[in-house]
């Protein structure tokens, strides 16, 4: 029961951020889950499996919950989620089922150079061409598809780099945290459809997980989340927006530095 109300706590905490930065929580969600398997003595080659696995299918959850008050507020264009959202699905298929033929410190080298990639877009705060607008579907496609690889690799809704690819498009800041919410919910699904075939047959993983996720970590961290994603949504629409870029990228350097010194 107290590992329960561990996971509802983090859960409630980053469910806050997701509703409020648009992504899904996966990316804060791994070095906390790694490090909460890891004090519980899970099966140690595949502690990083288990925990992006596992923040892969609670981003489903919190994504659903931040994204219906994103839609309330007018924050979600339909028009870049049809066109980027299938090619992304199929590239977080393809490298979930690839998960499990990684090494667990190559995965979270991996984790750490693409995160710290996407903050120092979001610190740099470099600001759109003038007259720049979003590329034909084509290139949408291509974009959504590259994004949509590493978002399975490090288990993310792809949030932290839709939102910085749609500002450099001139798309506003609370559009874009609102279409990369949607955009996430898809990817998701199918991303923890690709962590569960992948961690299907490994032995000696806890008994309660199915694939590469632990049922009880999920279910703490949906109770969580799925109550302070809305209001994290809220204050998206509330607070200043260069305000929030620089909280995420901060965030996002802390998160992947623990991840690299803990396994590299």
């Known amino acids: 029961m107290t590992w329960f109300i561990v996971y509802v706590t983090a859960g409630a905490a980053v469910g806050l951020l997701a509703g409020m ?7 804060t969600l791994v070095p906390i889950l790694a490090a909460l398997f890891a004090a519980q003595q899970f099966a140690p080659g595949h502690i990083v499996h288990l925990a992006l696995g596992t923040a892969m299918a609670s981003i489903i959850f919190t994504s659903v919950a931040s994204v219906r ?5 007018g924050g979600v264009d339909l028009t870049i989620v049809r066109r980027m959202a299938p090619a992304m699905v199929c590239g977080s298929l393809l490298a979930t089922l690839a998960t499990g033929w990684i090494s667990q410190r190559h995965l979270a080298i991996i ?24 590329p034909g579907v084509l290139m949408l496609s291509v974009v959504g598809a590259a994004i ?17 690819f749609l500002l450099w498009c001139a798309v506003p800041m609370r559009m874009a945290i609102g279409t990369a919410a949607m955009i996430g919910i898809p990817i998701a699904v199918v991303g923890t459809v690709g962590y569960l075939i992948s961690g299907w047959s490994v032995p000696d993983l806890p008994p309660d997980t199915i694939g590469f996720i632990s049922l009880t970590a999920l279910a703490g961290l949906i109770c969580g989340s799925v109550v302070t994603a809305p ?6 629409h509330r607070l200043p927006v260069l305000v929030l870029k620089r909280f995420f990228a901060l965030l996002l350097y802390v998160l992947a530095t623990k991840m690299l010194v803990t396994y590299w």
């Open 21 to 27: 930065l648009g992504i899904g929580g996966g990316m």
């Open 69 to 73: 008050e994103h839609v309330r507020l």
């Open 111 to 134: 984790f750490a150079v693409i995160v710290y990639f996407g903050a120092t877009q979001l610190m740099l705060n470099k600001k759109p061409k003038p007259g720049r607008t979003l």
């Open 148 to 164: 949509g690889v590493v978002s399975g690799l490090v288990s993310a809704g792809g949030a932290f780099l839709t939102i910085p």
């Open 231 to 236: 209001i994290g949504a809220r204050l998206a």
